[in-house]
């Protein structure tokens, strides 16, 4: 069964919108095509790790309903801007701010934070993070795996290593 990784979902927060230029009319179409988008690549028995800021909604039953939406077996690496009622959701397979596990014969470091060091760095070990929306320099096994760098939806490991040099944050033209 396939692995996933996805961060910065920000469903229901219309300033990521302006923010990070992203390509969405509403808050309304962002998060259904983020759904969409999702759905379309995870199937109901993968595994997905969302490395934070998933929604700061807080209301409890609009975080259930978004989770009911997406399919996969689902874990949070909780980020700067998730709720308690995002947080605290019985529907989270698990819950942590930072966990490592072993993917394809390599250790992943999953945090919402990018580091500067990480544990076993120096003997191959692959950082993954959200949080920069893509305007993080690339550094060696350090990759975000934001929706804003991927296209909007989750990716596999093998996905993020072939990315290498591929996914450059384009800078907004300067207004004249």
Not at 118 to 144: C, F, P, V
Request: glycine content about 6%; charged content about 30%.
């Amino acid at each position: 069964m396939p692995i996933f990784f996805t961060s910065d979902t920000h469903f229901g927060e219309a300033r990521r919108i302006k923010v990070d230029h992203r390509p969405f009319a509403s808050v309304a179409e962002q998060d259904k095509k983020l759904i969409a988008r999702w759905n379309a690549v995870v199937k109901p028995r993968d595994e997905v790790y969302h490395l934070g800021d998933f929604t700061n909604a807080k209301d409890r039953g609009r975080v259930s309903k978004l989770l009911a939406a997406l399919n996969g077996r689902k874990h949070l690496i909780v980020g700067n801007n998730d709720s308690k009622a995002t947080i605290a959701n019985k529907a989270w397979a698990s819950v942590a701010s930072y966990i490592e596990i072993e993917v394809e014969g390599k250790l992943l470091i999953l945090c919402h934070y990018p580091f500067r060091t990480w544990h076993n760095m120096g003997k191959g070990s692959i950082d993954l993070h959200g949080h920069s929306h893509g305007r993080l320099k690339e550094a060696t096994r350090q990759y975000d795996v934001g929706v804003d760098v991927f296209d909007f939806r989750p990716v596999t490991l093998r996905t993020i290593l072939a990315s290498r040099g591929r996914h450059k944050k384009k800078k907004p033209a300067k207004k004249r």
